[in-house]
C-alpha cells in the first residue's frame, strides 16, 4: 500500500482530531474531579483549534514563526483569529518563543536616508508576579538571549517593582519601577484581575496583555520614548511551560539561561543594633501550611537561633500577592525589619538585609533563591514537597553549588543551628 503523504496542515489536523478523541474517552463521569476538569478544559482548547481547520494554511505559517511580534497591526482578522485560537490551544512552540526573542532584540536599519538609525531601547518586563520566577529563570533568560543576540545592557530597560533594580546589574542598564507608573492600590487591583483573567499567576503566550500594553505605554512616555521595542515575560514562562510540567531535569533550561550570581554590594541597612545577624523570611505557602506543627516549627527555630544570634525578621507589612507572613516579633533577640520599608522599596530593603546577614532561614520558595545568589548560606523549609521538581535541580546544581549554599529540609526534620558564619568569610 502506497504512503499517502500529509501536508504540515493536514498532519496538524490529524494530531487535533486524535488528540480531541482520546480526551472524548477520558470525559468519564467516574473519573477523579481535577483530572475531569483538565480532560474537560483540554477538550474545549483543541475543539477551538478544531473549529479553526479552514484556517490551516494561516496556521502552517503563523507555526513557521512569522507575523508573531506585529501582532496586530500587520495580521487580517483571519490571520489573528487563527493566532489566538494557536495559542488558546496552547501549542504555541519554543521555536516561535525563541523567533519573538530574536525580533525585539534585531537591529533596526543601519542606515535611512537622514543617516543613522539610533538603537531602539527594549522594554522588558513587566515582572509582576513571584520572586523566584524572575531571579530563576527571567533574569538568567535575559542575560542568555542579550549575550547572544549582541544586545548591550545600555538598550535594555527592565521594569519591575518593590525596587528590584540591582537584580538586574549587568543586564540591563536601565531600570523602571511599576510604583512610579501607579499606585500601589492600582497595581494589586490590576494584577489580582489578570490573574483571574487567565487563570494563574504566569501569561502564557506571545501577545502581552492588555495590562502590559498599558504600561509600555505608561513607561515609554514616562522615559521620552517614541520608538521602542518590546518582550514580555510570557514568552519565557510559554518556552519552558512543558519542562516544567514535564518535571524534567535543568538540562533542558541551561542551554537558554545564564545563572549569575547578583554583583552588586549592597551596604548595611540601618539596624538597632551593630555585629552578625542571622535573616529570617517565613511566609506560607503551598508547600508550607498553616497549621500547629508549623507554628510550633517556627518557635523551635526562632527560640535556637536567637538564644546565640541577632535576628532579624523580613515581614512584609503589606498584602501584595498570595503569601501571607508566617510569623511576628515576639522573642528576645529578634528584630521586625517591616519598618524599615514600604511596597517601593522592600525587595531593594529586604535584599540588602540578606546580603549582609551571616546566612538566611526561609520558606522553600522564590525568596530562597535569593540568599544564594548573593553568596548567603541559606536553609529553607516545607512542610510538604508540593513543588517543581525542576526549580530545585536548577537551584542546587547552579547557585553556586561548590559552597553548599542552598539547604532545603522538611520541618520535621531536625534542626542544625550551627553558628552563623561570618558574613566577609
Known amino acids: 500500500m502506497a504512503l499517502v503523504k500529509l501536508s504540515p496542515g493536514e498532519r496538524l489536523l490529524r494530531v487535533v482530531k486524535r488528540t480531541v478523541w482520546r480526551l472524548r474517552k477520558l470525559l468519564d463521569p467516574s473519573l477523579a474531579g481535577s483530572l ?76 535611512t536616508e537622514g543617516g543613522p538609525v539610533p538603537e531602539r531601547p527594549i522594554l522588558v518586563g513587566p515582572w509582576t ?98 520608538d521602542y521595542a518590546f518582550l514580555s515575560p510570557s514568552v519565557m514562562y510559554t518556552m ?59 518557635q523551635r527555630l526562632v527560640e535556637g537561633l536567637s538564644a546565640n544570634h541577632k535576628v532579624v525578621l523580613l515581614n512584609t507589612g503589606t498584602k501584595l500577592d498570595d503569601h501571607s507572613d508566617a510569623m511576628g516579633e515576639g522573642h528576645s533577640n529578634v528584630f521586625d525589619a517591616s519598618q524599615l520599608y514600604g511596597p517601593r522599596d522592600n525587595l531593594a530593603v529586604q535584599t540588602a538585609l540578606v546580603a549582609n546577614a551571616s546566612a538566611l532561614h526561609c520558606t522553600y520558595g522564590g525568596f530562597a533563591y535569593l540568599g544564594p545568589l548573593l553568596k548567603v548560606p541559606t536553609t529553607c523549609y516545607f512542610t510538604k514537597p508540593n513543588f517543581v521538581g525542576t526549580h530545585l535541580d536548577l537551584a542546587i546544581r547552579h547557585l553556586d553549588p561548590e559552597r553548599g549554599l542552598l539547604g532545603v529540609q522538611p520541618i520535621s526534620a531536625p534542626l542544625a543551628l550551627g553558628p552563623a558564619a561570618d558574613p566577609a568569610s
Open 36 to 111: 475531569r476538569r483538565y480532560a474537560e478544559r483540554q477538550y474545549e482548547q483543541l475543539q477551538r483549534l478544531n473549529f479553526a481547520r479552514e484556517n490551516l494554511v494561516t496556521l502552517r505559517r503563523l507555526l513557521g514563526g512569522r507575523y508573531l511580534l506585529r501582532f496586530p497591526t500587520r495580521l487580517t482578522n483571519n490571520e489573528k483569529s487563527a493566532f489566538l485560537t494557536l495559542q488558546e490551544a496552547e501549542i504555541v512552540t519554543p521555536r516561535i518563543c525563541r523567533l519573538v526573542v530574536r525580533d525585539a532584540f534585531a537591529e533596526p536599519a543601519a542606515e
Open 129 to 226: 508576579t513571584e520572586i523566584g520566577f524572575e531571579i530563576l529563570y527571567w533574569i538568567p533568560f535575559l542575560r542568555y538571549f542579550a549575550r547572544r543576540r549582541g544586545v548591550p545592557p545600555g538598550r535594555l530597560i527592565a521594569i519591575s517593582r518593590g525596587g528590584a533594580q540591582s537584580w538586574y546589574d549587568g543586564v540591563c542598564d536601565g531600570y523602571l519601577d511599576l510604583f512610579d507608573l501607579m499606585s500601589v492600590e492600582e497595581f494589586v487591583e490590576r494584577t489580582t484581575a489578570q490573574e483571574a483573567q487567565a487563570g494563574g499567576k504566569k501569561g502564557f503566550g506571545v501577545l502581552p496583555t492588555d495590562f502590559e500594553m498599558e504600561i509600555y505605554r505608561r513607561a515609554a512616555e514616562k522615559l521620552g520614548l517614541e
Open 240 to 298: 519552558f511551560r512543558n519542562i516544567w510540567r514535564g518535571r524534567y531535569s535543568a538540562d533542558r533550561l541551561m542551554k537558554h539561561i545564564d545563572i549569575q550570581p547578583i554583583p552588586t554590594r549592597y551596604p548595611r541597612p540601618a539596624l538597632p543594633f551593630e555585629g552578625p545577624y542571622v535573616a529570617l523570611k517565613f511566609y506560607h505557602s503551598s508547600c508550607f501550611a498553616e497549621g500547629a506543627e508549623t507554628d510550633a516549627f517556627l
